[in-house]
């Protein structure tokens, strides 16, 4: 392999023969209508429905783009044409509160993908209409799909019928079902929710919702609907749970330390003898929760630059203990103290500096 493709391969790819192009996913749309449409709405000033002519009246861009499949095949400089998405934006004009946005495929299971609206646009996501100057074949995703390059091709819809813009996340297809990453950067190969597992791995943890035992460092799993979740003595370092429903979630005895569980829901989960050290609890509902003889050295509750707003939610089933909150940082004790409503005992705040 020559040094040019070598440094556009990611770590991991392999390509395909030249020439191919593998068909992956669904084979087929879930109709073909008369006339394509691609509507873009959701929070977004001037919501908009294009047909397929309106969109080929738009200015086109060409762009030479690498595909990247998560199943560890790549094809290099793909000739494709289309209109920018960031152009598509500024006809609709996305509201202050759009933080995603999610692609939305006229299939039989309404197939999606979602990214972060910043990522979206630094990607310079393509609305392609024509490969290597023809009309996108329908096999793979035409007459219209969205193409991000720079990112595994399961964030590249194929009949892509309509773009929403949304507050909290969506998760995709892939996402959701299969445990699939949902950065999807393939040179850091984020391809599954756990590094170095394989797609049937991934698939069996989602959907079986047991984590208990299992070593899942750097699982990264935010804004998942994981309730419920059993992870008894799992190893959980540095995972990441910003955002994800956690409610009566069991961690008992898991190591969760560096974890991020910012904004998560973890109404009347289970936290009794876990490592939680140097985790982020910060917006995270906390209601009903089991904080006993668990671990707190260096985590926090809420962010001392943004103030009380971003505080964790406790509520008056919460159950902390002493010797759990007494080790935290100072303005950390003093927020999670006010909010529990319990005093600091005498001669035993963190300041104390006993004689031996
Ligand atoms: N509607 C739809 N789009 C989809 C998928 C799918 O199953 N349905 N699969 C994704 C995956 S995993 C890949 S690798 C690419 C495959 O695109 P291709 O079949 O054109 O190669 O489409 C992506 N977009
Ligand atoms: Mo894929």
């Not at 556009?8 to 073909?32: D, F, M, T």
């Amino acid at each position: 392999m020559n040094n040019e493709i070598a440094k556009s391969l990611p770590p991991g790819q392999q390509l395909v023969a030249p020439g191919k192009w593998p068909i992956i996913g669904e084979k087929e749309p879930a109709s073909v209508p008369s006339q394509w449409q691609l509507t873009i709405s959701g929070n977004c000033a001037n919501p908009v429905t294009f047909s397929l002519d309106e969109l080929r009246a738009l200015p086109q861009v060409h762009r030479v783009i690498d595909i990247h499949c998560v199943t560890r095949w790549s094809k290099l400089g793909v000739h494709f044409t289309g209109i920018e998405l960031s152009h598509l934006l500024s006809l609709v004009r996305p509201n202050q509160d759009a933080n995603y946005i999610s692609f939305v495929s006229h299939s039989a299971r309404r197939h999606a993908t979602s990214l972060t609206l910043t990522t979206a646009i630094e990607q310079q996501t393509l609305i392609a209409l024509s490969v290597d100057n023809q009309p996108l074949p329908i096999e793979h995703g035409g007459p219209i799909r969205n193409i991000v390059p720079g990112r595994y091709f399961y964030k590249s819809v194929k009949w892509l019928t309509e773009i929403e813009l949304l507050e909290t996340d969506q998760l995709g297809f892939w996402e959701a079902e299969s445990g699939y990453h949902n950065q999807a950067d393939p040179w850091k190969e984020q391809r599954y929710l756990v590094p170095n597992i394989d797609k049937r791995y991934a698939a069996e943890l989602i959907s079986a919702k047991d984590f208990s035992g299992l070593d899942l460092l750097s699982l990264s799993a935010s804004n998942r609907d994981l309730s419920g979740l059993q992870a008894v003595e799992a190893k959980l370092r540095n995972a990441d749970f910003s955002g994800s429903n956690l409610q009566g979630a069991n961690f008992r005895r898991a190591n969760l330390s560096n974890a991020n569980l910012q904004d998560a829901n973890l109404s009347d989960s289970d936290f009794t003898e876990a490592d939680l050290e140097g985790a982020n609890f910060t917006g995270a509902n906390l209601s009903g929760a089991k904080l006993t003889r668990c671990s707190l050295i260096g985590s926090s509750f809420f962010d001392p630059m943004r103030g009380e707003i971003s505080g964790a939610l406790f509520d008056q089933h919460t159950e902390i203990s002493e010797d759990v909150i007494a080790p935290l940082f100072p303005e950390q004790q003093e927020f999670v103290r006010k909010k529990l409503n319990v005093e600091e005992p005498k001669g035993q705040g963190s300041f104390n500096c006993a004689p031996e």
